[in-house]
């Protein structure tokens, strides 16, 4: 029957990641199946203690759970500890160990695309599990300034005291920056039509960059797009960071050759 994998989140239809890690299993040779598990939050610690009781080799965590999960786990790695979020664990030697490869796979696409964030300045939508990988990729590749905005700053304020968080009608107020991200659900299938922020505060920005690869261009990509702004989905870091959590899982380097190939199955599956 081979290997159980999965993705836990609340509201998974929209998901490829079964399609993403199907293909990687078979470009590797190996068998394995991908499942989609919908837990909502009071169900988060039943659900995990049964994945480990089904052996179950990996598991994805996704919106809301990347946070709250930590606590049922082992161990987590270094990057996971520092960025307070996970969306990788691994079943080792009857452990359960976290890390974070959103973190990897956010750097691939931005690498990618060219985007440039030393000494930039940024501002990030959301304050998240999401938010978490790009501000600590940001902050690690010598990132000048980064600006959050929170539907309701005051609860975050103390979370991020070293940093400014304004809400979104304060963005108004923006000078120019260099790259906005969207790490909000905000005009995600099947809310297509939503977009949190206007073309008059995009225009402030050289590059939009949406985790959002579902659709692929999203009314946020969309208006950017249309004022000449430099756009990236999120469709690569969903690749990327699949195959860094299959190495984790497999206990093996994944070539380039095979993450190009299958991003270029993607994209024509997810199009």
Same mark, same amino acid.
């Given at each position: ?7 836990? /989140?609340?509201?998974? /239809? ?39 009781? %089904?052996?179950? !080799? /990996? ?6 759970? +990347? ?9 987590? =790695? %270094? ?77 975050? !304020?103390? +979370?991020? !005291? ?5 809400? @979104? ?33 995009? =225009? ?6 949406? %985790? ?23 469709? @690569? ?17 994944? /070539? ?11 994209? +024509? @599956?997810?199009?």
């Amino acid at each position: 029957m081979g290997n159980l994998y999965g993705l836990i /989140g609340k509201t998974l /239809g929209h998901s490829i990641s079964p399609k993403i890690h199907s293909l990687i299993l078979e470009s590797l040779n190996l068998d394995g199946f991908y499942n989609l598990f919908e837990v909502n939050n009071e169900d988060l610690k039943k659900a995990v203690i049964g994945l480990k009781a %089904l052996g179950a !080799k /990996g598991i994805n965590v996704t919106i809301p759970h +990347k946070v709250n999960i930590m606590q049922y786990l082992d161990d987590v =790695s %270094l990057e996971a500890s520092k960025i307070g979020a996970i969306n990788t664990i691994d079943f080792k030697e009857n452990k359960l160990v976290g890390y974070n490869t959103d973190y990897y796979g956010f750097g691939e696409s931005l690498k990618k695309e060219k985007i440039e964030v030393h000494n930039k300045e940024a501002v990030i939508l959301g304050t998240g599990g999401a938010s978490k990988a790009v501000f600590h990729y940001l902050l690690d590749n010598g990132i000048n300034d980064i600006i959050f905005v929170s539907r309701i700053p005051e609860n975050t !304020k103390d +979370k991020l !005291k070293d940093f400014k968080v304004i809400s @979104y009608e304060d963005m108004n107020k923006l000078n120019c920056k260099d790259i906005i991200i969207n790490c909000t659900p905000c005009g995600m299938y099947p809310k297509v039509e939503s977009c949190s922020v206007d073309k008059s505060i995009l =225009s402030k920005f050289s590059s939009a960059v949406d %985790l959002i690869y579902n659709p692929m261009e999203t009314m946020f990509l969309r208006e950017a797009r249309e004022i000449g702004v430099k756009t990236v989905n999120g469709l @690569y870091m969903l690749v990327a960071q699949a195959i860094a959590s299959q190495e984790i899982w497999q206990r093996m380097e994944i /070539g380039q050759e095979i993450k190009k190939h299958i991003y270029e199955v993607i994209k +024509k @599956y997810n199009c």
